[in-house]
């Protein structure tokens, strides 16, 4: 009997046109219900989605707990590619959940909520009032006062939200499951909007009209409300430089632990292509921003010029240019503003 853990779910055609995606392996013949608030998925008994569950630490703190997988992502000869992943390490798969040591790890805490606390400490609560107009590098130390191994989103554990969602929603619109708390809002809203839901995913009262916060497997506004600094990544004009030791996370820095890993796209627009970094095959970039829609390809926007650091998600205000795929690399280390924040999370280094 294959075991739960031993099962390859993946979805093909990323990349395509059409943002519905075609479901492989075990995910064949799975299906995920979105309904007005509350959304119902045969992913609740498959692994990794079965293993992830809320954990709260000594200080009140509220996390995702994310175990480990392993990814494969091939390129189609048409130029899209099929991403699978498992809790078994199969030929050619490989793993997000590393410690920058070359030492897997065997779980991530995902803060359950966006950052709140002060720029001297950051939380992740419900009901409190979002940190904003603090920049990358001060979200960065706030989160790392709450001790070793605590740390703010970065890019590994942005990738791994991703194939999370991609595989089992099988489509790159991630709007088009849940609209997010975007659609020309004045402000962001407090933490803990979507403690109602019952189920993983949803949103507090409505998917589609862009005024609730959403949540993913736990996981609230993953897109929207604000943006989270994501870390671990810098750019040098159009180079991209990462670093996968959160120890060493250094804003604007393009020497070691940093290594370059390729280009990316120079403009911004509706994201049309990621290109897969050689050195890290299960993490890619934004290399192409023209030609695409908010109804095609990956159906979010990408500023992909100008900056040095990142944000994802989208903020309050954006609309149908937000989701799960929204990059935003035109900023500076000493960028902020009242959509800007971050998510506490932690790795067991």
């Known amino acids: 009997m294959v075991s739960e853990k031993s099962k390859i779910y993946g979805v093909d055609n990323v990349g395509q046109s059409a943002p519905t995606l075609t479901r492989t392996d075990s995910a064949i013949g799975r299906t995920v219900t979105v309904g007005a608030s509350e959304i119902k998925s045969d992913f609740d008994r498959c692994y990794p989605w079965s293993d992830m569950h809320e954990v709260v630490d000594d200080s009140g703190n509220v996390f995702i707990r994310i175990p480990k997988f ?6 189609n000869a048409n130029g899209t590619y099929k ?7 199969y030929e050619g798969f490989t793993t997000l959940f590393v410690d920058g040591k070359g030492n897997e790890i065997d779980y991530v805490l995902v803060g359950k909520y966006e950052a709140s606390g002060t720029s001297a400490k950051a939380e992740s609560k419900s009901g409190k009032t979002c940190l904003v107009n603090v920049t990358l590098p001060q979200m960065r130390t706030a989160c790392k006062a709450n001790g070793e191994g605590y740390q703010q989103y970065d890019f590994l554990i942005d990738a791994i939200i991703k194939e999370l969602f991609l595989i089992e929603m099988a489509t790159t619109n991630s709007q088009s499951v849940m609209y997010g708390y975007m659609n020309s809002n004045s402000a962001a809203v407090q933490t803990g909007r979507t403690d109602g839901v019952k189920t993983a995913s949803g949103s507090e009262e409505s998917n589609t009209d862009g005024k609730h916060a959403c949540k993913y497997r736990g996981i609230e506004n993953p897109w929207g409300n604000v943006y989270k ?12 430089y990462i670093c996968l030791d959160p120890n060493h996370y250094v804003s604007e820095n393009m020497a070691a632990p940093y290594f370059y890993v390729g280009e990316r796209a120079d403009g911004a627009s509706y994201l049309k292509e990621i290109s897969y970094f050689d050195k890290f095959p299960a993490l890619g970039y934004a290399s192409s921003v023209s030609g695409g829609s908010d109804s095609t390809y990956y159906c979010d926007y990408a500023v992909a010029y100008g900056g040095t650091v990142l944000a994802v998600g989208g903020f309050w205000y954006n609309g149908s240019d937000g989701g799960l795929w929204f990059w935003s690399g035109d900023y500076g280390a000493s960028g902020a503003g009242s959509g800007c924040g971050g998510r506490l999370c932690y790795k067991p280094l």
């Open 70 to 75: 392993y990814s494969r992502i091939t390129k």
């Open 83 to 89: 991403h699978q992943l498992s809790g078994y390490r």
């Open 229 to 240: 600094w994501c870390d671990g990544i810098t750019f040098d004009g159009t180079k991209i």
